[in-house]
């Protein structure tokens, strides 16, 4: 589904990202780990296309697509999605009305009619009580006064609602409590299927003890320095991160 | 929310000309060119005056020949050669008098399903959709529909020109008691010149079963228009008005300098929404209208109450401060404000609140957004008079930028006489986040389609005042209007 080669990023004239290769098939879900400053957000965002993340080198490929000549609308529209590390607050626009806008745009990216109100509340309505997300909360501005818990869990709504084939999900583990973390847990569960695959990029191996992954990769100083099954994050948790770049070394 | 399918194509629309960038063939009738004692007489003989009336229109423009054009304004911009300017031209067809929709010119009627206003489907529509349109087009009304309906209930909706001939002693009594006619340098001209606008009469204890609604458009070249509008609710009356402009582009500045008189009895309420898309020149700053007005009401009554509510996207320059005097014990004057300025665009407006009766409130919310190049001022005046006690004021004044070659200036001014007087001062000025354009396009929003989200969730507080069939409108304008302001 998703293969990167020699992917080198810079930000603002520092390089960060230096040949990075990683290929994702459907059905497969994989984990990157890495200290802090190793480039986790970065691959997130390069792949989202961010703006300011230049592409100096390398290629990504999507569905066979080059992704690298997609605006950032048009790779949600081919089925990416990224749960945001610090998902923003937008003043005044309601969750519902956001969450409407988003699904049809991505219809109508998709050559798809659009959904009209009431199948859309319907629609809504069910993903919302899957995530046990309280449906008041639909009707707040996007992610404003949210906790950092609600936050994410909202991120695992738009999820369920978008319905993307990718989903690269950067630290949506961090800030959570143990309930949280299960309910967004549940969530990428759920999204698992033979036609989905995901990215997660984490701290911890916490998450993990949740939502099993078939690959572990380690990331430092802009390359995967170590791939590996979910023994890796374990082993990582035992020594640090310090232990696998000697490795490497 | 902004990113429908038909926003989105109505972006595109616009994407290379100005969407009602048009011009209509039309004969007209107009002025010799200039202003003169000369064509203040042709006018008002055109339109068949009593003698009060062309004695009212020289002796303001007697009042206007020794007044200067303002220039205390933050605005820039040429002054307008008032002698090369046509002071009245009406459709041909239209100074006959059209009795009826039959009678209009098919042109013009031609006109108005290009601005999206079908006027007969509308008039058949009209227990679907409730609004009564009464269009000014250059400057004679000429068509008014609902009539019917509206007489039932002893309401009086029609061109000024006609009140001005049917109800003299209304017209004589309220005209000019709200803006006076050397108010100001506009206003004091609007007075020697205008040639039509509406008049509204709503008796006591009626509350107007639709709202009322106002297309204005700007079509000769050269020509100012000066619209006047005279709107009475009675004691225990209420009304909702609507007023909504589209204007074809032109090379050369057109003048707008309207003068709108809103006056309120006891427990009565006028709420005023104003939709104001004219054209605002090209990328460059060429063409555009500019905007002179002066709103204003009285709030006579006790207990009265009225709302302004304006979305105001369009224009090259914005001079505009509808304002409220609360002369009622306890009357309540209210101000909502979207101002978006995008390319060369110039707006200065607000408000005035003065407070003269007890425990009278006011609220101000302004919302002003400025991209391009543009330069966007709030000023307002607070001013409670020795008598007003308890009086309260709330005002919340907010910039949003987007770009880094625009400007947002706030001016307030508060004048308080009376110690018991409670006043609330917020402001903030932010820049637009490429964090949230990121989030929005990350879920599939294009940039302008993000763009519209952000600026509508900004605004709302505003939108949610608007009447549901213009917040529709008003919510597509916000996106069009900062349309290629990023990217």
Known sequence: MLEIKDLHVEVGGTGILKGLNLTINAGEVHAIMGPNGAGKSTLSYAIAGKEGYEITKGSVTFKGKNFLALECHERAGEGLFLGMQYPVEIPGVSNMNFLKTALNSIRRYKDLPEMAAVEFLKFIRSKASELKMDIEMLKRSVNVGFSGGEKKRNEMVQMAVLEPCFAVLDETDSGLDIDALRTVSEGINRFRSPENAALIITHYQRLLDYVVPDFVHILAEGKIVKTGDKDLALYLEEHGYGAIENDAA | ?487
């Not at chain 2, 290379?16 to 003169?36: H, N, Q, R, W």
């Open chain 2, 1 to 487: 929310m902004v990113s429908t399918a038909e926003t989105r194509k109505a972006v595109e629309d616009v994407s290379a000309d100005y969407k009602y960038g048009f011009v209509t063939d039309i004969d007209t009738e107009k002025a010799p060119i200039g202003l003169s004692e000369e064509v203040i007489r042709f006018i008002s003989a055109k339109k068949n005056e009593p003698e009060w009336m062309l004695k009212h229109r020289l002796k303001a423009y007697k009042m206007w020949l020794k007044m200067e054009e303002p220039d205390w304004s933050l605005l820039h911009y040429e002054k307008i050669d008032l002698s090369k300017t046509y002071f009245y031209s009406a459709p041909k067809s239209a100074a006959d008098g059209p009795q009826s929709l039959e009678d209009v010119d098919p042109e013009l009627l031609e006109t108005y399903k290009k601005l999206g206003i079908p006027l007969k489907e509308q008039e058949m529509l009209a227990g679907v959709q409730n609004i009564a349109v009464d269009v000014v087009f250059d400057s004679v009304s000429v068509a008014t529909t609902f009539k019917k309906t509206l007489n039932e209930k002893g309401i009086i909706f029609c061109s000024i020109s006609e009140a001005i001939i049917d109800y003299p002693e209304m017209v004589q009594k309220y005209m000019g008691s709200v803006v006076p006619m050397h108010d100001n340098f506009y206003a004091a001209l609007n007075n020697a010149v205008f040639t039509d606008g509406t008049f509204v009469y709503i008796p006591k204890g009626v509350r107007c079963p639709m709202e009322l609604s106002t297309y204005f458009r700007i079509n000769e070249q050269n020509t100012g228009q000066f619209e006047r509008t005279l709107i009475i609710a009675d004691e225990g009356s209420y009304v909702s008005y609507l007023e909504g402009c589209t204007a074809p582009q032109r090379d050369e500045n057109q003048l707008h300098a309207a003068v709108v008189e809103l006056v309120i009895l006891d427990d009565a309420e006028i709420k005023y929404s104003t939709v104001q898309n004219w054209y605002p020149g090209d990328k460059d700053g060429k063409g555009g209208i500019y905007n002179f007005v002066t709103k204003r009401a009285a709030c006579r009554g006790v207990n009265a109450k009225v709302s302004w509510t304006q979305v105001e996207t369009g224009s090259a320059i914005t001079w505009k401060y509808p304002s409220c005097i609360l002369q009622g014990d306890g009357s309540v004057g209210e101000f909502y404000s979207v101002a978006i300025t995008n390319n060369h665009q110039q707006a200065d407006t607000g408000t005035k609140m003065i407070h003269i009766g007890k425990n009278t409130k006011s609220v101000i919310i302004s919302k002003g957004i400025s991209a391009g190049k543009a330069q966007n001022i709030y000023r307002g005046l607070v001013k409670v008079m020795s008598n007003a006690e308890n009086a309260r004021n709330f005002t919340q004044c907010d910039s949003l930028l987007i770009g880094d070659r625009c400007g947002a200036h706030t001016v307030p001014y508060i004048e308080v006489k009376n110690p018991s007087a409670q006043m609330e001062h917020e402001a903030t000025t932010s820049k637009i986040s490429e964090e949230q354009l990121f989030y929005c396009q990350q879920r599939g929003l294009n940039i302008e389609e993000a763009m519209g989200v952000v600026v509508n969730g900004f605004c709302k507080d505003v939108m949610i005042q608007l009447p549901m069939e213009f917040a529709v409108e008003a919510q597509k304008l916000l996106g069009i209007s900062l349309e290629g302001s990023v990217g």
